[in-house]
């Protein structure tokens, strides 16, 4: 197994292992330890008390950070005329039908958001094997998928992100740039934080929030008190 670099061990020792700190405390020490030399992501690991194989336990949805997440994000709309127009005037990166279904079916990964018109879903449907693993498959409930593509161009652009509950419990996101001030940080982590709260399974049992990490992109984890972040001890 790969040791961690010099950088990573410097930044772990000012890390207590097993010390819960509280929500800005863990702000400024992931901040503080972002030293590599590209500005890192501001990422967040909640781990939720529910079973993702049952379907009522899933936990996912949308949130549009106040602050937007710092990254510039490719954007392609799946979509015929003139609908594909909007979406360019709108500041989609690239817009399209037939063209696009046979790019993406060769493999062509230059994009990280896809949008779809509902009429389309039925062609663009079929790459789901070649889509559905990279996590760019449209989806109503994200609201990739809409006639709307101008509103959703604009969404995805200003920081709207989609998260997800992976198969061990955990939601992982990155919600800005270590770059970004602890106020904008703090915003964002909380408008992310109570939209994962709200969409809290009414069968989930038990203890929901079981733990929340920050953490930088090249940096170690720091635990958060859950207190900190509001989180009562009964949920």
């Not at 097993?18 to 702000?27: G, P, V």
């Not at 336990?57 to 979509?79: E, F, I, N, Y």
């Not at 997800?164 to 909380?190: L, P």
């Given at each position: 197994m790969k040791s961690h670099g010099k950088r990573f061990r410097a930044a772990a020792k000012?890390?207590?292992?097993?010390?819960?700190?509280?929500?800005?405390?863990?702000?400024?020490?992931v901040k503080k330890n972002a030293k590599a030399k590209f500005d890192e992501s501001f990422d967040i690991s909640v781990r939720l008390?529910?079973?993702?194989?049952?379907?009522?336990?899933?936990?996912?949805?949308?949130?549009?950070?106040?602050?937007?997440?710092?990254?510039?994000?490719?954007?392609?709309?799946?979509?015929?005329?003139p609908k594909d127009k909007e979406a360019l005037e709108a500041g989609a990166d690239h817009a399209g039908f037939t063209e696009y279904l046979e790019k993406l079916q060769g493999g062509w990964a230059d994009i990280d958001v896809i949008i779809a018109t509902p009429d389309v879903m039925g062609e663009l449907g079929k790459l789901g094997r070649v889509l559905g693993p990279r996590g760019l498959m449209p989806?109503?409930?994200?609201?990739?998928?809409?006639?709307?593509?101008?509103?959703?161009?604009?969404?995805?652009k200003a920081g709207k992100i989609e998260y997800?509950?992976?198969?061990?419990?955990?939601?992982?996101?990155?919600?800005?740039?270590?770059?970004?001030?602890?106020?904008?940080?703090?915003?964002?982590?909380?408008t992310l934080f109570q939209s994962i709260m709200r969409a809290k399974p009414a069968t989930a049992k038990g203890k929901y929030v079981k733990s929340i990490f920050f953490s930088s992109t090249m940096?170690?984890?720091?635990?958060?008190?859950?207190?900190s972040l509001g989180v009562k001890s009964e949920n």
């Open positions: 000012t890390v207590e292992r097993n010390k819960e700190y509280s929500f800005k405390e863990a702000i400024e020490l008390g529910v079973d993702p194989r049952k379907a009522d336990q899933l936990v996912r949805g949308t949130v549009s950070l106040p602050h937007g997440t710092g990254k510039t994000v490719r954007v392609l709309v799946v979509a015929k005329s989806n109503p409930k994200s609201g990739t998928v809409t006639f709307d593509v101008a509103k959703a161009v604009k969404e995805v997800r509950v992976d198969k061990a419990g955990n939601v992982q996101a990155s919600i800005g740039k270590c770059s970004f001030n602890a106020n904008q940080i703090s915003d964002n982590v909380n940096g170690p984890g720091v635990k958060v008190s859950e207190q």
